[in-house]
């Protein structure tokens, strides 16, 4: 017996052209968002590469740069060492400039999690065999001689820094709106209402000094004095907190106005000095929505302040076991090893710290 075939009806092959068209309708639509997603990240890569061309790039000696390779765990991270020189003309010299603040900045590779690690100005360093504040380290030798003595006296792969003068950090913090800063005492409010008046003239403005103690909005010369002061409880101690709040207080600021990111750069770029290159300059900032900062920290974790030979230093207790901590906070190493050349720097430290009877 033959079986008839039936043809589908008009109406059911006008209903399957139909459905064939709306399921192509949702692809066509994600092809075009796509499309459009993938002009605007190569609009913006493009012009964030032509911005960063402004900033004077400076191009490490890395045979000056001792590179520790002990601690497996350092490949997963990117740290770049953060210098603020205390200069009164605003110029960044390459020798001839102290460090008022060192900050380092690492980052987790695939997380973006950043840890921030103060270094206290006044640490007891080796610099190349001779002992000194680690501040002296970048009037010494530059960029170079700076991270090389943090990385032989911590054990750190250290290849990429920035530096920046006053000027730059006012003009991020009033780009971006200001920032909220508290003041928890009046020495430290009599302190900072001091150097308030002294950032207005080298940095040019007329911003006002506080009333009273307590959180308050901060200008640019204002946010530059409060990480400044240093005679107040807690010395330089406190004198790195509150550069770290300070860098916190912008990189949550520019997180939250991304359209100030244009004129950001345009301001403040020209006044700083980095190692980073356009496209390294370009991808950490295409990854600024990712960041945040975990946790920050200040080197050394267990020291001792006082006079040697007339000069205050910050003696760390011991510069071994301090390094480990410092392992474990930044790259959670657990037992870190020091190498053979931080031993012995750590035990000629040692050995001056006994004779002061810790």
């Known amino acids: ?28 639509l994600l092809t075009s968002v796509l499309l459009l997603l993938c002009i605007l990240f190569a609009f913006c890569f493009l012009f964030l590469r032509s911005s960063f061309g402004k ?38 010299k390459d020798i001839g400039s102290r460090t008022d603040s060192i900050i380092l900045a690492c980052i987790h590779n695939s997380s973006k999690k950043v840890k921030l690690m103060s270094i206290y100005r006044d640490t007891y360093v080796s610099i190349d065999g001779k002992y000194d504040k680690i501040n002296a380290a970048y009037a010494y030798g530059g960029p170079e001689q700076a991270i090389n003595t943090i990385n032989r006296n911590l054990d750190l792969n250290i290849t990429d820094f920035a530096t920046v003068n006053f000027k730059a950090l006012a003009d991020a913090v009033d780009i971006l709106g200001g920032v909220e800063l508290t003041v928890k005492s009046e020495k430290e409010l009599e302190n900072l209402n001091a150097y308030i008046k002294n950032m207005n003239k080298i940095n040019g403005g007329d911003s006002p000094v506080f009333d009273d103690t307590g959180t308050h909005h901060f200008d640019g010369n204002q946010a530059v004095a409060y990480s400044r002061i240093r005679y107040m409880e807690g010395g330089d101690h406190e004198r790195a907190n509150h550069q770290r709040l300070v860098l916190q207080a912008i990189m949550n600021q520019a997180k939250k106005r991304p359209w100030k990111l244009k004129k950001l750069i345009d301001k403040v770029l020209p006044q700083c000095k980095t190692s980073l290159s356009t496209g390294d300059l370009t991808r950490l900032s295409l990854s600024l929505p990712r960041y945040s900062i975990e946790d920050s920290q200040a080197y050394p974790f267990d020291s001792v302040d006082t006079k040697y030979g007339g000069i205050y230093y910050g003696f760390p207790l011991t510069a071994a076991s301090n390094a480990i901590e410092a392992h474990a906070y930044l790259f959670g190493t657990k037992d870190y090893e020091p190498t053979e050349e931080l031993t012995k720097i750590s035990a000629k430290i040692e050995a001056i710290t006994d004779d002061f009877g810790y």
């Open 1 to 28: 017996m033959n079986k008839t075939k039936h043809s589908a009806s008009p109406r059911m092959d006008t209903r399957r052209r139909n459905n064939q068209k709306n399921g192509r309708r949702p692809m066509r």
């Open 55 to 92: 900033i004077e790039n400076y191009e490490l000696d890395l045979s000056e740069i001792a590179v520790n390779e002990q601690d497996a765990n350092l490949d997963d991270y990117q740290t770049i060492a953060l210098f603020g020189v205390d200069n009164q003309d605003n110029k960044i």
